[in-house]
Structure formats: C-alpha cells, structure tokens
C-alpha cells in the first residue's frame, strides 16, 4: 500500500521569508500524481499544486513550487513570500494513474505551518 | 457553481443516536468521496462512488457506517449507533472523470461530536 510521510508536524517563518514543507512517500508504481492541499483555520481543504509523476519539470503556481525528486520519491513544498494567508495545515497526497477508477488519494499526516509577522 | 454543499457544518448528539451527514456534489461530477480527519489517524477515505455505484468502502470501519448515493445530486452516511470515538470532520467531495488529474473539490465538512 502507498504511505505518505510528512515528517515535520509543525513549522514557522517569518513573513516575507521563504519555507519548505517535506514529504516523502512510498510506491511501486512508475506514474502517479502528487498533490499538496492547505487547510485553513475554515477547514477547507484547497488544492494548491499539484505534480504527475512522469512529467520532470517541477510545478509551480504563482509563489507555490515543488522540489520533485522521484527517484528519491520526495515531493517538497516550497512558499516564497511567506504571507499572513499562507498560516494553515498541509497536506502532502498522493494518487495513482488508473484508467479503471482507482480515484483515491493518501493523505499524509500534515504539516501546521504558522507565519510569524 | 456553489461548490460542494455538505449539511450539518456541526453536529453533537448522544452515544447510541443515529446520525446522518448529507452531501450535494458539485453539479457533472461522477465521483464522490467521503473522508474522515481526526487527530489520531489524520485524514482518511471511507468510501467512494462512480456514478452512484459505490467502487472501495475498504475504509468504512465498521457495519454501523453505512453510505448511499441515491442519485447524481445527493449522497449520505449514517452512523448507527454512534459512538463518542466516531467524534472527528466529515469531509465530501467530488471529481469528475477517470486519469488525469482530476482535482477533488472538498466540502466544508461536517464536524459530529458524540458526547
């Protein structure tokens, strides 16, 4: 089974700064995607960006961007200009690529990260 | 569109009652899924469905927990009886079409407190 490993809990930087959230994760399978969701304080869970396995080029979505090292299957969130909004939990997921409906996600355990004003 | 509605936002009632927790999918979406998040086992599938059919309940933890899609615009889960460890955030949400990366778009959850 698949296992995601966020080994961080907690996290913090100052605003303006730069951070980096790990996860690691586990399979056998050659193509899958990977995602990151952020939880506010609302409990809504958002997407922010998400990464499949066998494109190389690492994702980036405005201040959002990944570190994707597959061999090392290592999908690293890294947010510059830390800003009051970005202070939630994260979450590292993973799926795989199935044309058969195997739709599910594995979440990992989550990382709070908190801004520093 | 509204996004995907889940009703109650809060729910407390009693070991032993019955619960139910509701949820609309985002309008064209043919998968739905139900989570669960507590602090113990962080965020955790129960079940998920294909146009109404449910695929893996694999994660369903036991035959008090029961979940139904009776058609493309509704599906619930009960739990009966509830118990306190059934306490957590019910989240739901929908995708549409199969590969891909077909984003999940979550609820606002449901958060059931058994006293």
């Known amino acids: 089974a698949q296992t995601v490993t966020q080994s961080q809990p907690e996290m913090s930087v100052q605003e303006a700064e730069t951070v980096t959230l790990s996860c690691t994760y586990d399979?056998?399978?050659?193509?899958?995607?990977l995602f990151w969701y952020k939880q506010p304080p609302s409990r809504q869970m958002i997407l922010v960006i998400r990464q499949e396995a066998y494109k190389q080029q690492n994702a980036t979505e405005n201040r959002f961007s990944v570190n994707f090292q597959k061999a090392a299957k290592s999908f690293s969130l890294k947010i510059s200009d830390s800003q009051l909004g970005d202070a939630a939990m994260y979450f590292c997921a993973y799926r795989e690529v199935s044309n058969f409906g195997n739709e599910k996600l594995t979440f990992g355990t989550g990382t709070r990260l908190t801004i520093i004003p | 569109d509204a996004g995907v509605i889940q009703s109650p936002r809060h729910e407390v009632t009693e070991m032993g009652q019955e619960v139910t927790l509701r949820c609309k999918p985002i309008s064209g979406h043919d998968y739905l899924f139900w989570y669960r998040q507590t602090m113990m086992r962080g965020l955790e599938l129960l079940i998920y469905f294909n146009n109404n059919v449910p695929i893996d309940d694999s994660g369903m933890p036991e035959d008090r927990f029961s979940a139904k899609m009776p058609n493309a615009s509704f599906s619930n889960l009960k739990i009966q009886p509830s118990e306190p460890r059934d306490s957590a955030v019910y989240f739901c949400?929908?995708?549409?079409?199969?590969?891909?990366?077909?984003?999940?778009?979550f609820g606002p959850g449901t958060r059931l407190t058994v006293l």
């Open positions: 399979t056998s399978e050659s193509d899958y995607y």
């Open positions: 949400a929908s995708s549409y079409g199969t590969g891909g990366y077909n984003e999940q778009f």
